[in-house]
């Protein structure tokens, strides 16, 4: 199994309803791309200042599968329409477990 994990901070434009509208189109895309055995995100809690705000996890059964969802249109939609010119840092890690 391959686990993807993405931490992002909003930039100072992003609204609550732009985090609400990222979480439902997150949450689009699993149905619509197979390869996706496990997917969840959400808003940090804020229990510690230097936090992120925000967070996407996928576990995918190969990293060809990782590699479908990747470049998937619809996965490169959803970046387009909600992560670019919003973020203004991410980090990314696959990881094997």
């Known amino acids: 199994m391959i686990r993807h994990v993405v931490v992002f901070r909003w930039n ?12 439902a189109a ?10 996706i055995a496990a997917y969840r995100h959400g808003p940090d809690l804020r229990l510690a200042p ?10 995918f059964e190969s990293v060809d599968d990782y ?21 203004s840092d991410r980090v990314a890690v696959q990881f094997e477990f």
Not at 12 to 23: F, H, K, Q, S
Not at 67 to 87: K, M, N, S, W
């Open 26 to 35: 997150l949450d689009a895309l699993a149905p619509v791309i197979p390869e």
């Open 67 to 87: 590699l479908v969802y990747r470049d998937h249109p619809e996965h490169q939609r959803f970046i387009a329409a909600h992560i670019t010119g919003r973020v």
């Open 12 to 23: 100072d434009t992003v609204t609550d309803a732009d985090i609400a509208a990222t979480g």
């Open 50 to 59: 230097t936090n992120a705000d925000y967070t996407v996890v996928g576990d």
